[in-house]
């Protein structure tokens, strides 16, 4: 087994489930800690800054964790931009999205504006409208680059599953008829822009979830190592229908030695 220096690590179903506390995440991140290894929490959510994210590891769960421990696809999409496609004169963006989103594309230098925008960007917006549809429609249509936080096409809330970023990116897709670049997991730019970020090579680092097809395809399409646990949505019986497998898979995060 190779003795990895940092770990990717997914949120919700890896380290807790919703509200609910997951026992041996919480052992294991200690143990990472203890070793010094570098973990960062790679999400998908694109609505929370790494304030919130840090707020609800501590207060919910009891994990500590600094701002800086957190990825999300909305940090992963402004890195994306910034290194990428912006340049001097293209820094105007329309961003379909929460808070987070917001922020992470201010504090990487863009101007948030419905006038003209270079870029469009759709995250998950809890209060989007069809005049929000309508700007970014008409701003792809006429020239804006168009990027997806993720696409993600359902949330789970105490209601059943909601819609979720990606039944958002899909509508502009539609119609628009113009395929977005798409950032978050399995799409391999977030675990790109990660290792960027924190000035890491791909064969240092674990890719850590439960579900094969978001988590685990991440890693597999930036060719990182995987470890798929069975604590949240993938299931063991299922993996015989994949062509490619994780690199490991353990029952609980207490399974892993290093």
Known sequence: MKDYQAYFV??????????????????????LRKAGKRLIFVTNNSTRTPED???KLRDQHGIDASPNDVYTSAIAAADYLKNQLASDNQRKVYAIGENGLKMALQDQGFILTDKN???????????VTYHKFEIA????RNGAKFIGTNGDTNLP???GMIPSAGSLVKLVEYATQTKPIMIGKPHRLIMEMALQRYGLQKDQVLMVGDNYHTDIMAGINEDMDTL??????TRPEELKDFNVQPTYTVNSLDEWRF
């Open 10 to 31: 997914d949120l919700d179903g890896t380290i807790y489930r919703g509200k609910q506390r997951i026992p041996a995440a919480g052992r294991f991140v200690k143990r």
């Open 53 to 55: 994210v840090v707020k």
């Open 117 to 127: 925008p270079d870029f469009v960007t759709v995250g998950l917006d809890f209060d």
């Open 137 to 140: 429609t008409l701003a792809i």
């Open 157 to 159: 809330s105490e209601r």
């Open 228 to 233: 798929l646990v069975f604590t949240g949505l």
